[in-house]
């Protein structure tokens, strides 16, 4: 049965890092790598219960790919699920339709990416709580655009899963423009695709 407001946080993780060179997902970041950072401040944001809700584990989803073994390695001990994307190097497409593939029937699928590293659980509590008073996309606001972040209603998961090559969620969104609720996230902008990020990072 599909619960209307249940929310599954869906990490993005399965990347190849081509314009980096490394993989992104193990550099170093506070202590630990920036994909285990990701997935417990996930983890974090979705123990957290809303006034009179009671939540046991959270529905929190990792999609890997490049290095899929590696990558597990870094998630142990954490509540999660591991969605394998062996079409990884297809786009990022592809990686939205294994998310939307291991929600089951949730609500909501709430999609997060393991190279934002400025996400906070407050953050993500706030796109869930505007998810949860009936807006049916939640997208964060940063450099003048809106993207993940990002929340989508279930009755928008067929749109999602049509999405091609490198198309991620952010067309979805200014498809439905007049419907979105925005999150401001001032540190948004900041990812890591190049050397200068990781030396930015570091």
């Known amino acids: 049965m599909v619960s209307e407001r249940s929310v599954t946080f869906v990490v993005l993780a399965a990347g190849g890092s081509s314009r980096l060179g490394r993989p992104k997902q193990l550099l170093p970041f506070r202590g630990r ?22 939540v046991d584990d959270p529905a929190i989803v990792v999609v890997l790919g490049a290095d899929a073994e590696r990558m597990r390695a ?28 291991a929600a089951g029937d949730a609500g909501g699928v709430l999609f997060v990416a393991a190279d934002q590293p400025f996400v906070t659980a407050d953050l993500l509590r706030r796109v869930v709580a505007a998810f949860r008073a009936g807006a049916p996309i939640v997208a964060c606001a940063y450099a003048g655009t809106l993207g993940v972040p990002a929340l989508f209603d279930r009755t928008l998961f067929g749109e999602l899963a049509s999405l ?21 996230f001032e540190r948004g902008a900041a990812d890591v695709d190049s050397p200068g990020d990781v030396d930015s990072l570091l």
């Open 33 to 54: 790598t920036l994909l285990r950072h990701a997935v417990e401040v996930a983890v974090e944001a979705a123990r957290a219960p809303t006034a009179g809700e009671s």
């Open 74 to 101: 870094e998630l142990h001990g954490l509540p999660v699920e591991v969605a394998v994307n062996a079409d990884w190097a297809g786009g990022l497409s592809s990686s939205v339709r294994a998310g939307l593939g």
């Open 164 to 184: 091609e090559g490198d198309a991620g969620a952010r067309r979805v969104i200014e498809g439905h423009r007049d419907v979105v609720r925005v999150v401001a």
